[in-house]
């Protein structure tokens, strides 16, 4: 006979998935994962090109091949993956609980994606009620992959296609919108269906979004180092929270590390690497007469060794246009609007110090 505790779950699922699922927005937090595989500098760089098609650059190959992968997560891994609880309904149809899993949220993917052989075999495709924050969306599309790790469950959440978001919207979200507010070293949260005014200060400057690829890109209106003068360059530029890395034009990035003692890129690493020791200088990325700063410390992904770190900015040779991954996205408040019939925009603030 099954336990209490398991009939309990049973119905309490029923009757969200009863529930009208969306009578307010809703709040998802990070949660930590037991053990992160923190991906090594130059394989989130690989990662990158393959995830958009680019040609890997043999040096950055070498590198992904060679570089430690995997070390036990501490409170500093928060800024290599954002992790949420989602709950996703049983793979028998009848008389079992909703299994729960932790997966990345990706706004550079249409795809829900998890590893599970219970759910069916790699590259099929299963439709399951998913709860993400108390929030129910039926009917949502699954691919599966073959990926045992985990590494590969992610909840993707671009304007288009069948997504989580787009599913939510459809369903009843009180507001097209969600919002990222992602921390340095600490748990960060993601807001769906409204917007949170206690999370970021001054104002949000909106810009279009250009939809011609289909992920959330927009057109940025240049950059500064440090305390120089501000350069008017147009960087066509996606947010993407599913990449780790700042990646930017080759010349951007050299005028960066110009600035930092130490700095060289490395034919071992794939990239730039500099000493541990360096002060690195912000980076400010200008959102039409916004002025978003990533502090200097955001830049520091992760040692190479005991001398040596990689650097968080690097160069987005032959993807095609820049990616602001998790390097710049935690250093600010950012607004994802719209969807297929609502004309998508991006939103940027500044959060509290």
Same mark, same amino acid.
């Given at each position: 006979?099954?336990?209490?505790?398991?009939?309990?779950?049973?119905?309490?699922?029923?009757?969200?998935?009863?529930?009208?699922?969306?009578?307010?927005?809703?709040?998802?937090?990070?949660?930590?994962?037991?053990?992160?595989?923190?991906?090594?500098?130059?394989?989130?760089?690989?990662?990158?090109?393959?995830?958009?098609?680019?040609?890997?650059?043999?040096?950055?190959?070498?590198?992904?091949?060679?570089?430690?992968?995997?070390?036990?997560?501490?409170?500093?891994?928060?800024?290599?993956?954002?992790?949420?609880?989602?709950?996703?309904?049983?793979?028998?149809?009848?008389?079992?609980?909703?299994?729960?899993?932790?997966?990345?949220?990706?706004?550079?993917?249409?795809?829900?994606?998890?590893?599970?052989?219970?759910?069916?075999?790699?590259?099929?495709?299963?439709?399951?009620?998913?709860?993400?924050? #108390?929030?129910?969306?039926?009917?949502?599309?699954?691919?599966?992959?073959?990926?045992?790790?985990?590494?590969?469950?992610?909840?993707?959440?671009?304007?288009?296609?069948?997504?989580?978001?787009?599913?939510?919207?459809?369903?009843?979200?009180?507001?097209?919108?969600?919002?990222?507010?992602?921390?340095? #070293?600490?748990?960060?949260?993601?807001?769906?269906?409204?917007?949170?005014?206690?999370?970021?200060?001054?104002?949000?400057?909106?810009?279009?979004?250009?939809?011609?690829?289909?992920?959330?890109?927009?057109?940025?209106?240049?950059?500064?180092?440090?305390?120089?003068?501000?350069?008017?360059?147009?960087?066509?530029?996606?947010?993407?929270?599913?990449?780790?890395?700042?990646?930017?034009?080759?010349?951007?990035?050299?005028?960066?590390?110009?600035?930092?003692?130490?700095?060289?890129?490395?034919?071992?690493?794939?990239?730039?690497?500099?000493?541990?020791?360096?002060?690195?200088?912000?980076?400010?990325?200008?959102?039409?007469?916004?002025?978003?700063?990533?502090?200097?410390?955001?830049?520091?992904?992760?040692?190479?060794?005991?001398?040596?770190?990689?650097?968080?900015?690097?160069?987005?040779?032959?993807?095609?246009?820049?990616?602001?991954?998790?390097?710049?996205?935690?250093?600010?408040?950012?607004?994802?609007?719209?969807?297929?019939?609502?004309?998508?925009?991006?939103?940027?603030?500044?959060?509290?110090?």
């Amino acid at each position: 006979m099954p336990s209490l505790k398991y009939i309990v779950a049973i119905a309490t699922f029923c009757c969200l998935t009863s529930a009208a699922p969306f009578k307010t927005g809703f709040t998802i937090k990070q949660v930590p994962r037991d053990t992160v595989p923190l991906l090594s500098g130059p394989r989130s760089l690989l990662k990158a090109y393959e995830k958009y098609g680019a040609q890997v650059p043999g040096l950055v190959r070498r590198a992904a091949l060679t570089s430690i992968g995997s070390v036990t997560a501490t409170p500093t891994e928060y800024d290599s993956e954002y992790l949420i609880n989602v709950e996703i309904s049983s793979p028998s149809p009848i008389g079992s609980a909703p299994q729960t899993f932790t997966m990345d949220v990706d706004t550079g993917s249409t795809t829900f994606s998890l590893s599970d052989p219970k759910y069916g075999a790699p590259g099929a495709t299963v439709t399951k009620t998913v709860n993400i924050g #108390g929030a129910i969306v039926t009917g949502q599309a699954i691919t599966l992959n073959s990926d045992s790790s985990g590494n590969s469950n992610i909840v993707g959440l671009l304007y288009e296609g069948m997504t989580f978001y787009t599913n939510a919207v459809a369903q009843g979200l009180p507001q097209a919108v969600f919002t990222a507010n992602l921390k340095k #070293g600490a748990p960060g949260t993601y807001q769906f269906g409204y917007i949170d005014a206690s999370e970021y200060t001054g104002a949000i400057t909106t810009v279009a979004v250009s939809t011609g690829n289909g992920f959330w890109e927009f057109t940025s209106t240049g950059y500064a180092i440090g305390a120089a003068t501000f350069v008017t360059l147009a960087i066509d530029s996606i947010v993407d929270t599913g990449t780790t890395l700042l990646l930017l034009p080759v010349s951007v990035v050299k005028a960066y590390y110009a600035k930092v003692a130490g700095a060289a890129n490395s034919n071992t690493e794939g990239g730039y690497i500099f000493p541990c020791t360096s002060t690195l200088p912000s980076f400010t990325l200008g959102i039409a007469a916004y002025r978003a700063v990533v502090p200097g410390p955001y830049v520091n992904y992760a040692p190479v060794n005991s001398t040596y770190c990689f650097g968080g900015i690097q160069a987005n040779t032959g993807i095609g246009f820049s990616i602001l991954g998790l390097t710049f996205i935690k250093s600010q408040f950012v607004v994802f609007a719209g969807d297929s019939t609502i004309k998508p925009t991006l939103g940027f603030a500044a959060k509290p110090t």
